[in-house]
Structure formats: structure tokens, C-alpha cells
């Protein structure tokens, strides 16, 4: 199992949902995916696609305006 | 899987043409298979050196309203359409170039970046691709 981080803080709609479907699909199933941005819509919606997707979110982090969120692949 | 966006892009706006892109991206992140038709003014686009030509839908001003909103756009860290056709075509999405528009503005194959155009097609193409589809636009 491995970590993949991605870092999306600054971008704005739609690169850090973008980036962070990219990055599960390098994934090979078990992975673990973080992103990490500052988009507040994208806090929402990366959730959301990976619901669609089936996919587990671990966890959600926000801390001063920086989201942290966690998936498995 | 039916679980598809088709969208018609028919304007060569750069705005509308972030619209089509962003939309497309946002469909294929969201775990959906996504397909764009160019067809008219919006074919023009997919000239080399084509993609960031066009000029705003509304407020143009010979391309000083272009210039501001792009200064704008900028600032506020929008990615380039370049790097959103990139990206659509790193995510699995399509491209299908209208064979009439290409025959009516007299553009040759050789003019587009062929490196993106997955099919040239006409009006069947796109009907074939948008029946089983969840959301079609036209733009």
C-alpha cells in the first residue's frame, strides 16, 4: 500500500476535483490518496465524486481555511 | 455504462469554451465517461494554435474586455484551456470533429491538432453518442 499526495492549495474549479481524479486512477486499489487545497467548493465535491465512484473517504481535515481529505482507494 | 455527458460545442467563445471544458472535467471526475462534439464556430478552436483564439460572448470590446477578464482569470489562478484539454484527454474524454463544418469552412485534417480528435463524424455520430447519455448540452 501506498500514500498519494496531491496538493491543490491556491487552485480554484475545476483543477482540484481534476487532480484528484487523476491521482485515483494512478492508484492501485488499497491506496491511499490525500488531497490537500484551499477550493472551498471542493471540500464538498470531492466527497461527492467519491461516493459516486464508490470509493471510501477516511477522513476530512480543515484547519484556517486548508482542507485535508483522505481516500481509499 | 450509460452514465455519460455529451455536450455540442457550437461557439468558439473562450468563455463558452471554458464552460464545455470545465463541465466535461467535472463529469469525467465525478466518475462519468464524457464526450465533446465540435462542430461550427467552435471546430475553429481545435486549430493548431487555435484553443485560447476566441473572443469573449459578450463585452469583447475588440478584445480589451478578452484582455481584462483574462487578467482576471489570472489572479484569481483559473487554469489555461490548454491544461483543461490536457487534463480531459488524461481522464478518458472524447473529441468528435464535425465532418460538414470541416467541408463548409474548408478545413483540412491537417490544420487541427489530430492529436485530440478521437473521431470525425456528423449528425449520427452525435446522436449515437448522446442517446444513451445523461447530459447532453449544447453550447
Same mark, same amino acid.
Given at each position: 500500500m501506498t500514500t498519494i499526495e496531491v496538493d491543490t492549495r491556491g487552485e480554484t474549479c475545476p483543477v482540484p476535483l481534476v487532480e484528484c481524479r487523476k491521482a485515483l486512477r494512478k492508484a492501485a486499489p488499497g491506496d491511499e490518496v490525500i488531497v490537500t487545497g484551499t477550493h472551498p467548493a471542493? !471540500? !464538498? +465535491?470531492?466527497? &461527492?465524486?467519491?461516493?459516486? &465512484?464508490?470509493? +471510501?473517504?477516511?477522513?476530512?481535515?480543515? +484547519?484556517?481555511? +486548508?482542507? !485535508?481529505?483522505?481516500? !481509499?482507494? | 455504462m450509460s452514465n455519460k455527458t455529451v455536450i455540442i460545442v457550437h461557439s468558439g467563445d473562450m468563455d463558452k469554451l471554458y464552460s464545455a471544458l470545465i463541465i466535461a472535467n467535472g463529469s469525467l471526475s465525478m466518475g462519468m465517461e464524457a464526450s465533446l462534439y465540435f462542430t461550427f464556430w467552435g471546430l475553429e478552436r481545435l486549430k493548431k494554435g487555435g484553443l485560447e483564439k476566441g473572443p469573449l460572448s459578450k463585452m469583447n470590446f475588440l478584445g480589451?474586455?478578452?484582455?481584462? $477578464? %483574462?487578467?482576471?482569470? %489570472? %489572479?484569481?489562478? $483559473?487554469?489555461?484551456?490548454? %491544461? =483543461? =484539454?490536457?487534463?480531459f484527454k488524461e481522464l478518458g474524454g472524447k473529441i468528435i470533429a464535425c465532418e460538414m463544418t470541416m467541408e463548409i469552412m474548408g478545413i483540412k485534417q491537417e490544420q487541427l491538432r489530430t492529436e485530440w480528435i478521437d473521431e470525425y463524424g456528423a449528425v449520427g455520430t452525435y446522436v449515437h453518442e448522446a442517446k444513451d447519455a445523461e447530459i447532453t448540452l449544447f453550447i
Open positions: 471542493s !471540500k !464538498k +465535491e470531492i466527497p &461527492m465524486a467519491c461516493e459516486s &465512484m464508490g470509493l +471510501e473517504i477516511i477522513g476530512i481535515d480543515e +484547519e484556517s481555511g +486548508e482542507w !485535508k481529505i483522505r481516500i !481509499k482507494r | 480589451l474586455g478578452k484582455w481584462m $477578464v %483574462k487578467g482576471r482569470m %489570472k %489572479k484569481a489562478n $483559473v487554469a489555461p484551456l490548454e %491544461k =483543461m =484539454m490536457t487534463d
